[in-house]
């Protein structure tokens, strides 16, 4: 029941870092390459009712001259030696550009369909010095199997003065109006840097539990690390230890940051790591929660309105649906829910009241091939053989991979 969409919290925008040394006010040429680090905070979201969520960078000229950026969540400071490891994108020098970084590969959970996928991401931009400040200009792009690439355009302008920053940031949804900037020194830290990259980069549930057992995390730090060790475990198919750690994330994010995006994040993870043990009702109380903490993020609405169709509870499920459209009816972003909203008329044995719902998501979004197989499916029920075998067809055009629905073409085709 699904559309293209990717979780917020993916490695591939994460934190980013930046050593300017100690630049007083003149050129970037006279920054010594002393492993000393930039970070700046903000908050995005800020509108009505939105969840707030801290993001930002970190800016680092690394000993060997280049200047490497990793962006995201920067909770924590970082070393010369991961910022090596994890970097987005790095100049050789300033003024310089970059057309491509090199391709970095995470998972992220696919809002279409709630499935975990790999993707890839990339960045490119440029970063030039004038007087005391520095201009960062980045896109970052990221794609996966059946998700269609987006990219979206940054500018970061610092001004340094000493040992003293401050930051400008204009995001492509706009400007960011108050932010936080640090200059600080990185000093090496082997063993637990290693650890670290383990868990996150290499997903090894050793390093994650030796990163745990140290004890020396904040509530927040470690219930992220949870996060990540929890997701390790889903994919190797332990969902009952996925979900306890789930359940400790959840109760230290619930007493520090009771309204944050990533505490809803958890909740709905939990959610479906319910659904697929079959414990549906545990799974919709998740769903609801996250809906109370993040009620814009319309994923949890198509994922409870699944979870109800799948006991069948129709009337609930059309309700949630129906909610998550009627706050951006006309939004291209929105074309699975009215693929949802087809797809429970059509449990409800009601394909001709999904058809106009299918029409819409597919007007809204032609190249969405679920689309096209829903609306398949409620021409068949209808009797409408000829047009469910044409949407069929470009469904399986639009999604080559995908195994039903050349199964389906097959079965229909070969009818008399």
Not at 70 to 87: D, S
């Amino acid at each position: 029941m699904g559309r293209r969409g990717v979780s917020i919290l993916t490695p591939a925008a994460t934190a980013g870092i930046v050593v300017l040394g100690l630049m007083q006010a003149a050129s970037v040429q006279a920054a010594p390459a002393d492993g000393r680090i930039i970070r700046v905070v903000y908050q995005v979201g800020g509108a009505p009712g939105a969840v707030n969520a801290t993001w930002g960078f970190h800016l680092a000229h690394m000993r060997d001259g280049r200047y490497c950026v990793r962006f995201g969540n920067p909770g924590r400071r970082l070393t010369i030696a991961i910022i090596e490891e994890v970097a987005d994108i790095c100049f050789d020098g300033m003024p310089a550009t970059v057309d491509r970084s090199r391709e970095r590969r995470y998972q992220a959970i696919d809002t279409s369909d709630g499935k975990e996928k790999t993707f890839v991401s990339f960045s490119k931009g440029s970063i030039a010095a004038s007087g005391n400040a520095i201009t960062l200009d980045v896109t970052s792009c990221s794609r996966a199997k059946g998700v269609p690439e987006y990219c979206f355009a940054n500018r970061y302008i610092l001004r340094m003065s000493g040992q003293e920053c401050s930051a400008e940031i204009a995001l492509s949804r706009g400007t960011v109006p108050a932010t936080t900037c640090e200059h600080y020194a990185a000093a090496p830290s082997p063993a637990a840097e290693d650890d670290l990259s383990k868990c996150i980069d290499d997903r090894q549930i050793y390093a994650c539990d030796r990163i745990i057992e140290r004890g020396n995390l904040d509530k927040m730090k470690l219930a992220s690390i949870l996060g990540v060790r929890s997701n390790i475990y889903e994919s190797k198919g332990d969902l009952d230890h996925a979900i306890a750690d789930l359940d400790e994330a959840i109760r230290l994010m619930g007493e520090v940051c009771p309204r944050c995006w990533a505490l809803a994040f958890n909740h709905t993870m939990r959610a479906a790591y319910y659904g697929r043990k079959g414990e549906l009702d545990r799974a919709i109380l998740d769903y609801s929660e996250s809906i109370r903490i993040a009620p814009k993020w319309g994923h949890n609405y198509a994922a409870r309105a699944q979870t109800y169709a799948e006991k069948g509870d129709y009337e609930r499920a059309l309700a949630d649906i129906s909610q998550a459209i009627a706050s951006r009816p006309d939004s291209h972003a929105f074309a699975y829910m009215y693929v949802a909203r087809a797809m429970v008329y059509g449990k409800m044995r009601q394909p001709a009241r999904g058809l106009p719902d299918a029409d819409r998501a597919i007007e809204l979004d032609p190249k969405f091939g679920e689309a096209y197989f829903v609306r398949g499916q409620l021409h068949e029920a209808l009797g409408r053989r000829q047009e469910a075998i044409a949407d069929f067809r470009r469904a399986l055009a639009l999604e080559p991979a995908r195994t039903e629905i050349a199964d389906e073409l097959k079965r229909l085709e070969a009818q008399p």
